[in-house]
Each structure stands twice: as structure tokens, then as C-alpha cells.
């Protein structure tokens, strides 16, 4: 489930090993890159500026305090900077100073990362910021009034509210044009929000626990998505709809009430995750022909009386990558042996005591735990 998710997980499914794999990833920066870029020890409380010296008349700053005590906003904010990259993560903010985003040194900024903090509200100069692409506020007590004032930010690319008190999209989410990537995660909504149904240029798509009983037939519109987590969700079912989500890639389905494998899955599918949730693989994985990998840990099969993966799984020649962890599994299916594309097959923590003739390509991991 997320987590962030994500962890920041861009904010990126845990259940997914910690991170979606980088070459299904939409090119847009997650909060995860562009820290790793910027953040500066723990132990520093100074202002640390990088001038990018490709432009003199007008250099581009990055002002990066994560986890910082004390900051000195007056010190930031002189008029003769161009501040476009600003990271303030973990630094106990509950607010931003007053008009702090109409002072001149922003009016560059490009991406802003407060995550974990303490903000309870987004005042409106935010939306002052004509040029933010990268607003990073996950982890933080902003509701559903923030959101508002967040959508009048017209040249978002991505934002990240995981785990904040969002309970609603507010109407201006639809005119969020450039809007590429959203995280949603950890928020009370309860019902999947209809305004994301006209959010149609979306590539990413994160809504892991957020208490959502069922998908609406029009995620169909979605036509873009390519990263979709619904993970932690009580759902029971999918719309036979989401077949049409034509170039979806990577989606997770883990700790959800589904009890088989959806036959609407669109086959344009690279990587699924399914852990916490089924009894076993049904042969519905026989049409996902493009998969890759598949994630179901946690499987509980000791409810199951068919065997953990069909014979229909060798049909995925593209499948590279298995994870069936803590599954209670004694034996392994002979025709895991014979997918022909199959380079790695994680079996941590069950019961299996031998394995069929696996090929050498095959790397076998998790078997020492077992009996």
C-alpha cells in the first residue's frame, strides 16, 4: 500500500518494493529526485543557494533548509534573488509567513517541497506563483479550503497532498491543464472524486487509502494514465471500463477486497500488484501479455483449493519477475518453471521444502527461511 507512494513515494506504492520501476515512470520529477538533488544535511540550519552561472544576467537559485529549526525568511527573501527551487521538508512550518510568495525573488519558482510539516492552512499568495510546476505538501493537516487555493495554480505538473485531511476535489482541479501527476493517498475522500474523471491530460494517478468502495465506469476518460494505485481500498470489484484505460502500465490493486483477478484488466499492463488480496492467480493473468512483473505477496492461499498460479501463466513471455512472498506455500507450480522470460523469483518466508527444475537463468531468492 502507499505509504508515497510512495515514504515520499512521489509518494510510491511500499507494496511495490518501494518505488515504481524508473523506466515506467512519466518524466516529470517526483519529490524523491529533486531531493536528492537539493537536500542538504540534517545538521544544517543555513541557507544554502546554488546559482545555475548559465544565465549571469539572471541566475536561478535553489534555497534548500530540509529539516531546519529556524528559518530566516528575511535572509531568503531579498529582493535581488531568483529563488526557483525552494525545500523546506521536516522544518516544523504550520504556516508560511504573510505574503511571503508575492515577494519578488519568487516570482521564478518552479518547485516547492514542504512536505512533513505542520501546515494547517495555504494562504492565497500561493496562487501568485505563476511559473510552480512541483508542489510537494504530503504529510501535512491541509483540508479541503487549501485545496482551492492549490487549484489556482495554473502551471502544476504535479502535486503531492498524501496524507493530509483532503476530503474533496475542489471544481478547479478541471483547469489544471498541464497537470500530469497527483497523489491523493491517505486522505479521507470515501468516494472516488468525479471531477478527476476531467482531468484527462493525468499520467499518474495516486489514491492508495483513501476508503474507496468502488471506481466509477468513466475512469475510462483517463485515457493517459499510465500509473494508477487504488492499493488499501475496500474494493470489491472494477468497472469493466478500465479495459479502455489503454496505456496504463503499473498498477496496484494490494490490500483491496477483490477476490480474483479482474478479466477487465487493460492489457497494456507492465507491472500489477495484488498482495494482501487474492487466494490465487486465476487464468484471467493469461491476457495481460505485455506483464513483466507481478507482486503478490501475502497471498492467502491456505483459503484457496486451486494452486497458487495457473498453467495459463506460461503464456506471459514477457514476464520477467515474480514476488510471492509469506504466501504459505509448500510446493511451487511446475509451470513457474516454464515461463520462458522468468529472471527472478522471490519465495521469502513460505514453506517450500524443494523446487522443480527451474532454469539457470532464474534467480531464486527468500529460500533459506524456508523449512
Not at 520501476?21 to 544554502?48: F, G, M, N
Not at 487504488?230 to 490493486?253: C, M
Not at 494490494?254 to 492467480?281: D, F, G, M, R, W
Not at 511446475?334 to 527444475?357: F, K, Q, W, Y
Amino acid at each position: 500500500m502507499m505509504t508515497a507512494i510512495s515514504g515520499v513515494f512521489r509518494s510510491l506504492p511500499a507494496g511495490m518494493n518501494g518505488s515504481w520501476p524508473s523506466v515506467y515512470a512519466p518524466s516529470i520529477p517526483s519529490e524523491v529526485s529533486v531531493k536528492s538533488q537539493l537536500d542538504l544535511p540534517r545538521s544544517s540550519s543555513s541557507v544554502s543557494l546554488h546559482t545555475n552561472s548559465s544565465d549571469a544576467l539572471s541566475p536561478a537559485e535553489r534555497v534548500l533548509l530540509p529539516y531546519s529549526n529556524t528559518i530566516d525568511w528575511v535572509e531568503i527573501t531579498q529582493p535581488s534573488r531568483n529563488i526557483e527551487q525552494l525545500n523546506v521538508v521536516g522544518s516544523q512550518l504550520t504556516s508560511f509567513p504573510h505574503d511571503l510568495f508575492l515577494k519578488e525573488c519568487f516570482r521564478e519558482l518552479e518547485s516547492l517541497m514542504a512536505s512533513s510539516n505542520d501546515l494547517t492552512e495555504i494562504k492565497g499568495d500561493l496562487a501568485s506563483l505563476k511559473k510552480l510546476k512541483f508542489l510537494f505538501l504530503n504529510k501535512n493537516k491541509l483540508s479541503d479550503g487549501d485545496f482551492v487555493i492549490i487549484c489556482k495554480i495554473k502551471a502544476l505538473q504535479r502535486l503531492e497532498l498524501a496524507s493530509n485531511k483532503v476530503s474533496s476535489c475542489p471544481p478547479g482541479i478541471t483547469s489544471l491543464s498541464h497537470l500530469r501527476c497527483l497523489n491523493l493517498s491517505h486522505n479521507p475522500l470515501n468516494t472516488f472524486p468525479s471531477q478527476l474523471l476531467e482531468c484527462t491530460s493525468l499520467i499518474e494517478l495516486s489514491l492508495g487509502d483513501t476508503n474507496l468502495s468502488s471506481i466509477p465506469e468513466g475512469i475510462s476518460r483517463l485515457a493517459f494514465l499510465e500509473i494508477l494505485d487504488l492499493s488499501g481500498n475496500p474494493l470489491s470489484e472494477l468497472p469493466e471500463t478500465i479495459r479502455k484505460v489503454a496505456h496504463l502500465k503499473v498498477l496496484d490493486l494490494s490490500a483491496t477486497h477483490l477476490s480474483t483477478l479482474p478479466e477487465s484488466l487493460p492489457k497494456s499492463l507492465i507491472h500489477l500488484n495484488v498482495s494482501h488480496t487474492l487466494k490465487h492467480i486465476s487464468p484471467a493473468v493469461s491476457q495481460l501479455i505485455k506483464l513483466e512483473k507481478l507482486v503478490c505477496n501475502y497471498m492467502k492461499t491456505v483459503y484457496s483449493d486451486q494452486p497458487p498460479f495457473p498453467q495459463e501463466i506460461t503464456h506471459l513471455t514477457s514476464l520477467r519477475e515474480i514476488s510471492v512472498t509469506y504466501s504459505n506455500l509448500t510446493t511451487l507450480p511446475e509451470c513457474v518453471a516454464h515461463i520462458p522470460s522468468l529472471r527472478r523469483l522471490d519465495l521469502t518466508g513460505n514453506l517450500i521444502s524443494s523446487l522443480p527444475r527451474i532454469p539457470e537463468s532464474v534467480e531464486v531468492i527468500g529460500l533459506q527461511p524456508n523449512s
